[in-house]
Nanobody, 115 residues
């Protein structure tokens, strides 16, 4: 049974940093694409960063390039999103997603950027 559990969200001031974690279980972690998405109030869910498998080249939304970094730890079955230089527009619920031919989503973690 696939499980994705996000953690690491919270309240941070503009310019601050957070690291989100997504602990995965129930599938062969190294094999499948995983990604981070976010959804702000009143907006559609959008792709933030993606990584096809452990060690592959990541891709990012233009709005977060140079500020966010996605990484995967095969030993810990965990995907991370390091977020630096956070801005109020980064405020959203962040979700990790596993794509195996069908999509699996975590429960989401709230990130609020505010002074």
């Amino acid at each position: 049974q696939v499980q994705l559990v996000e953690s690491g969200g919270g309240l941070v001031q503009p310019g601050g940093s957070l690291r989100l974690s997504c602990a995965a279980s129930g599938f062969t972690f190294r094999t499948y694409p995983m990604s981070w998405h976010r959804q702000a109030p009143g907006k559609e869910r959008e792709l933030v960063a993606a990584m096809n498998n452990v060690g592959s080249t990541p891709s990012y939304a233009d709005s977060v390039k140079g500020r966010f970094t996605i990484s995967r730890d095969g030993a810990k079955n965990t995907v991370y999103l390091q977020m630096n230089s956070l801005e109020p527009d980064d405020t959203a619920v962040y979700y990790c997603k596993l794509s195996t031919g069908r999509d699996y989503w975590g429960q989401g973690t709230q990130v609020t950027v505010s002074s």
